[in-house]
């Protein structure tokens, strides 16, 4: 078995419960030491889901060029359930990894005797030591997630995570993996050459008057819209991305369904077709999330706004 390493970066599977409410405590080499196959384990943090920030998710994506330097087999990466879409986003949007690059957690404490975690943790050492060519997954409950389509489904379930629309990429289990379809590699952007400021994502609501739109965009490089359907907004939340167009702000449409789906269909004052003719760029495939987290990145390498839409269109082309 090639030489997989465990970053942690906290989460349930690091967690214990108190009568408070559960808290991290368990460090990387603790869980490592539960499955067979890591080379070695280390943390980068010990933090719940929802406390990753950008700067953290860089260290990440240091760290792993810093071990692919020093020849290891594959990088297993722990987290909190919360942040692992935009964590396993982030990876694969900075760099095209010559190994396997797997991002687990837990639903269940990793104290507990019923924790997933573990399991979570065997399946995603199998996947990292597969030496598949890939981009980096997210493995849970079995199935493996490609990390531009997996999106997290349930607060509370243990089979918290799917790709609607597109579904898994596999099934792990015993140590062996059954692939259903292993898509084409994806473009890397490389790193940011600033701190990220993450941009907004506003959220489209029946009867909203784009107050909300206005302030969050006002002097901002670009927001992303979680709009409704196709891609649609109401009337006054239209008007509201027209006049940050027009002040030089990038709007990026993404849509509150689930399999991030959007198309210029609609062309009624606020309807998709429409706000794409005023300027604005849809973003079919990228959930609301993962174009937060493509844009940020764009915005910190001092990308304009045709800088942007081009780092958008790499990504749904």
């Known amino acids: 078995m090639s030489d997989v390493r465990l970053i942690g970066l906290g989460g349930t599977i690091s967690m214990r419960d108190t009568a408070a409410g559960a808290v991290p405590f368990a460090a990387a080499t603790v869980l490592a030491s539960r499955v067979d196959g890591f080379g070695g384990a280390e943390d980068l943090a010990l933090v719940g889901g929802s406390e990753v920030d950008f700067a953290l998710m860089e260290r990440l994506a240091v760290r792993i060029g810093e071990l692919v330097t020093e020849g290891v087999g594959g990088v297993v990466v722990t987290t909190g359930t919360d942040s692992i879409e935009e964590v396993s986003a982030w ?7 010559p190994v396997p690059v797997v991002v687990t957690g837990s639903m269940v404490t990793g ?35 490609a990390a531009r389509e997996v999106l997290k489904v349930s607060g509370v379930a243990r089979d918290a995570f799917d790709a609607p629309g597109r579904g898994a990429l596999g099934i792990v289990g015993g140590g062996h993996i059954d692939w ?21 994502v506003v959220l489209a609501g029946l009867g909203d008057d784009g107050a909300v739109l206005a302030f969050a965009g ?34 990026v449409v993404t849509t509150r369904a689930p399999d991030a789906r959007v198309a210029p269909r609609y062309g009624y004052p606020g309807g998709v077709a429409t706000l794409a003719a005023g300027g604005a760029q849809l973003a079919p495939g990228l959930t609301p999330h993962r174009a937060r987290v493509l844009v940020s990145l764009g915005v910190a390498q001092g990308r304009d706004q045709q800088g942007l839409r081009a780092l958008v269109d790499s990504e749904i082309a």
């Open 218 to 251: 006002a002097g901002r490089p670009a927001v992303v819209v979680a709009a409704n359907g196709a891609g649609n907004l109401p009337p006054g939340q239209a008007a509201a991305a027209q006049r940050l167009i027009a002040d030089g702000t990038h709007i």
């Open 180 to 200: 259903y379809r292993t898509p084409p590699r994806g473009p890397a952007h490389g790193a940011p050459n600033a701190p990220v400021h993450p941009v907004p």
């Open 111 to 145: 104290e507990r005797p019923d924790s997933d975690g573990t399991a979570n943790l065997a399946d995603a050492v199998a996947v990292a030591a597969s030496g598949v060519h890939i981009d980096p997954v997210v493995v849970f409950a079995g199935r493996i997630f």
């Open 91 to 97: 990876l694969a949007y900075r760099q095209r990894w």
